[in-house]
């Protein structure tokens, strides 16, 4: 079974400073994992994936996360926060061969004008 | 794009009401999910289907069960509503052990 982990349950940024969302996991087989954006009253996008190609993975709106296998880590960074990225945020883990996605609790980012 | 449509954006019924709540997807995806999504609790994970008429137990299934007689289409079901019920719904699609995508969510008050 795979479990991911995400502390901080709230995060405060100034705007134009950077975010860094922290993201551990553990899984049995080779991981696919993704980090997801909610904005309020919205369903989930994806913000970027990473399935065993390059460890550093870009997404959109200047988000990037890398895949550290030695650290069971897949942190979520911007260099610049913007008030539009005021939103939860989700790290997920899929592991090859099992349908399930595990959810971390999520991280609920404000950003201060 | 991918599209999965969930029925109704928000819902209020009375406790003792059976619920429906529909999901359908528009890509062929073989796995369909339910989850429950709380404040402080992240997504739960209620039921997941892998296939037409297959169906597992997530980590919250009591006072649900599923339905999911065509690929397209995924179904939860509250036998008998009760307030602790009350949450957003959120169901998603995805194909094989890539990424899921989520429909817009439905807010369901029992009262």
């Known amino acids: 079974a795979q479990s991911v982990t995400q502390l901080d349950s709230h995060v405060s940024v100034s705007e134009g400073t950077p975010v860094l969302l922290r993201c551990n996991y553990s899984s049995s087989y080779s991981p696919s994992l993704f980090w997801y954006v909610q904005h309020p009253n919205k369903g989930l996008q994806l913000l970027l994936k990473?399935?065993?190609?390059?460890?550093l993975v870009k997404g959109i709106n200047g988000f990037e996360a890398e895949f550290k296998k030695s650290e069971t880590s897949f942190h979520l960074t911007k260099p610049s926060a913007h008030m539009s990225d005021a939103a939860e945020y989700f790290c997920?883990?899929?592991?090859?061969?099992?349908?399930?996605?595990?959810f971390g609790k999520g991280n609920q980012v404000v950003v201060i004008p | 794009d991918v599209k999965v449509t969930q029925s109704s954006r928000y819902l209020v019924k009375r406790t003792g009401e059976k619920v429906f709540l529909e999901c359908v997807q528009d890509m062929d995806h073989e796995n369909m999910f339910w989850y429950r999504q709380d404040p402080g609790l992240g997504l739960r994970l209620i039921y997941f289907s892998y296939d037409v008429k297959m169906k597992e137990k997530g980590d919250i299934p009591e006072g649900y069960s599923v339905s999911r007689e065509k690929k397209e289409r995924f179904s939860l079901i509250l036998e008998s509503a009760s307030t602790n019920q009350t949450s957003m719904y959120l169901c998603?699609?995805?194909?094989?052990?890539?990424?899921?995508?989520f429909g817009q969510g439905t807010r369901l008050t029992v009262v």
């Open positions: 998603a699609s995805s194909f094989q052990n890539t990424e899921a995508f």
């Open positions: 990473y399935t065993s190609a390059a460890t």
């Open positions: 997920v883990v899929s592991a090859y061969g099992n349908n399930r996605l595990a």
